[in-house]
């Protein structure tokens, strides 16, 4: 009797203890602030920004967002806008700016746990994120041709969602400087600083979810390099949940694969977080080849606020609504 003790009930505590010690004390860090992504939109001009609107989710929850009103009647169609890690609509100011210019009606949301919409950093199940896009589109109604355009964080959940079984909710998707996944060749350590992840704790709350343990989902497992005045406008950390779901699916490559929706990709040539000569080979490489932009001189942050690169963006959602 001792001795089935010994070798199974003594490991499976040892084990137990092992997971609870990774999920207690295996969090993230502070990174040191990142200077090329706080800093560039302290120039910004925030004036012309429209008000917030407001949408009720399926869970009554009301979310946030910006309309842009297109320059000519009838539009030339709609853009979805979904901004970067820790950011909110703001951030997609210029370029939700200019394709309205151009005569589409843009709208940038603030995603659920991003600035006006929920609690920051925290949504309650993975998977949410779809259904609040979903529930944006039922509220809304925008005009078609319709495309989503994801930044970083946000175009690693485009990609998601042009995998999903909604894709054809969009007629195409445009990538800006995506998170594909810390395993693709794209991916810079901690995103070039912008990033630090609880590795422990994610490993120990990926097996809890394995099981159907969901109890500790908004425990935090990403922290971002923010400034001390920009941590407290954004959102400086992301619980499991939210870190899960705004991001493509653990199988990325399947998800690349899946994606059957027009898809164009931009990135620029000097990107900090991404090593974006890799771009082009990731979707080629799973039968998937798609346009990739590579714009010479532009960063990360730049991707959204250099007048070349916007231009460059606006072509590509005009690509998009291209007649096939």
């Not at 779809?130 to 039922?138: G, I, M």
């Not at 355009?149 to 894709?167: E, H, M, N």
């Not at 010479?296 to 730049?302: A, L, R, S």
Request: glycine residues 8%; contains cysteine; hydrophobic residues 45%.
């Amino acid at each position: 009797m001792r001795r089935i003790l010994l070798f199974t009930v003594l490991p499976l505590c040892l084990l137990l203890a092992t997971l609870a010690a990774a999920i207690v004390f295996g969090g993230p860090g502070q990174p040191v602030p990142m200077p090329s992504i706080n800093d560039p939109f302290k120039t910004v001009d925030m004036r012309d920004l429209p008000v917030q609107h407001r949408f009720p989710a399926r869970d009554t929850t009301p979310l946030a967002f910006r309309r842009y009103a297109p320059a000519m009647d009838p539009p030339r169609g709609s853009v979805v806008l979904v901004h970067g890690s820790s950011a909110d609509s703001r951030s997609l100011h210029v370029l939700a700016r200019s394709l309205a210019q151009v005569g589409y009606t843009a709208y940038a949301l603030d995603m659920r746990g991003h600035g006006a919409s929920g609690t920051k950093g925290q949504i309650a199940y993975i998977g949410q994120l779809e259904d609040d896009v979903e529930d944006f589109l039922r509220a809304l109604q925008p005009q078609r041709p319709l495309t989503l355009v994801g930044f970083s964080a946000g175009g690693g959940f485009a990609l998601r969602f042009a995998a999903s079984k909604r894709q054809r909710l969009f007629d195409g998707y445009l990538l800006l400087s995506p998170f594909i996944s810390q395993d693709a060749p794209s991916y810079r350590p901690d995103s070039g600083g912008w990033v630090n992840v609880g590795v422990p704790r994610i490993v120990g709350l990926s097996l809890l979810n394995a099981v159907g343990v969901h109890a500790f989902d908004d425990l935090p497992v990403t922290r971002f390099a923010l400034n001390d005045t920009a941590r407290t406008m954004l959102t400086p950390e992301y619980s499991f949940a939210l870190a899960t779901n705004f991001r493509p699916q653990r199988d990325w490559r399947a998800s690349i694969r899946a994606a059957g929706q027009p898809m164009a990709l931009l990135a620029g040539q000097d990107d900090e977080a991404f090593r974006a000569d890799r771009f082009a080979a990731i979707f080629s490489d799973e039968g998937r080849p798609i346009p990739v932009t590579l714009l010479p001189g532009v960063g990360h942050i730049g991707l959204t606020l250099d007048p070349a690169a916007v231009a460059s963006a606006v072509a590509a959602v005009d690509w998009l609504n291209a007649p096939r």
